[in-house]
């Protein structure tokens, strides 16, 4: 069963004070990156910015959504990105885990203590 990995993040005064050049270095770095993740079956989603005008919007900036074909994959990827340097320049959350379908989660929310 594929795993997936939600992240949700906003830049550190690391990042607003790093020059321009500086963050196209790191970016490119991080683009560079992203075939070791696909042969490792990772998928990227989608990225995107949080929506504020949004009912119980999280506070955090921006967001990604990955894919991985199973919990190997998602441990690579954690680390990958803890690896980058990522966690230096933006405050991160991670929600990762196994995904399940409907009946499936609700059977995890009845379960819930």
Known sequence: MPHYLT???SAKPAWLALPR???QQFLAAIGSAMPGLSALGVEL??????DQSKLHAASQTFFA???CPD???LEALVAGIAQSGW??????INAA???TDL?????ELGAAA
């Not at 989603?45 to 949080?50: A, H, N, Q």
């Not at 966690?87 to 991160?92: K, Q, R, S, V, W």
């Not at 009946?103 to 059977?107: D, E």
Request: hydrophobic share 40%.
């Open 7 to 9: 992240e949700l993040y």
């Open 21 to 23: 050049q500086g963050r």
């Open 45 to 50: 989603i989608t990225f995107g910015k949080v």
């Open 65 to 67: 959504v990955w894919r």
């Open 71 to 73: 919990a190997t994959a």
């Open 87 to 92: 966690h230096e320049y933006f405050d991160t």
């Open 97 to 99: 885990g196994r995904g």
């Open 103 to 107: 009946a499936g989660h609700l059977a």
